[in-house]
């Protein structure tokens, strides 16, 4: 039956279903890449994937990343209104240099993380990553466009945190920083429904 009910808002309110099953809510250019918000088929996720033609990185600025998701959240969509969804997932970190910097830069001012052992001193990396991440200057710029459909973010899932040094940080103004910082890992925004 909710095949039927998706196949139907397919069919009359435009969604695209890649050959993977995920509907396309919303798709725009973020520089040579295309970032898209698709809803998974079996899962309560949505996901933002950022993909480029030629499989080279993506780097996707803060504009852009708010700008899919005012798109997805505007309006009444029919797989927005016929789902509840539990959770955003960014794929990996690493294609959004905003969140990247934002990310090693508090590390590395953070009297919590060891830059020279590359990991925080009490907690794990991370569970550390997800906490920066949970910081009201990240939630609140996602968060605004999901207000629209009364999504909130509760909280910040993480796994497979890469730790390196500042030249691993795309777009960083101070690559020359010293110690080790995290510089990537997957992420996952935990939303609650109004």
């Not at 997932?89 to 052992?117: C, E, K, M, N, S």
Request: charge should be neutral; glycine fraction near 6%; charged fraction near 25%.
């Amino acid at each position: 039956m909710a095949f039927r009910i998706l196949l139907a808002s397919v069919l009359l309110f435009g969604a695209s279903i890649p050959a993977g099953g995920e509907a396309v809510i919303a798709s725009i250019p973020a520089g040579e890449c295309t970032l898209s918000l698709e809803a998974a088929e079996n899962w309560p996720t949505l996901r933002l994937r950022a993909s480029h033609p030629d499989y080279r990185p993506c780097f996707v600025d803060k504009a852009a990343m708010v700008e899919a998701l005012a798109q997805a959240f505007a309006g009444p969509h029919p797989v927005l209104a016929s789902r509840e969804f539990t959770s955003l997932a960014l794929g990996r970190l690493i294609d959004y240099p905003w969140l990247v910097r934002f990310l090693a830069l508090r590390a590395a001012q953070d009297p919590h993380w060891d830059a020279t052992a590359g990991k925080p001193r009490r907690v794990h990396v991370n569970r550390y990553v997800a906490d920066v991440l949970s910081s009201p200057e990240v939630v609140r710029e996602i968060e605004a466009p999901l207000r629209e459909q009364g999504y909130r973010i509760t909280g910040v899932s993480v796994e497979k945190v890469l730790v390196g040094g500042f030249e691993n940080v795309p777009q960083v103004e101070e690559p020359r920083r010293k110690g080790r910082i995290p510089f990537d890992a997957q992420a996952w925004f935990r939303l609650e429904q109004k």
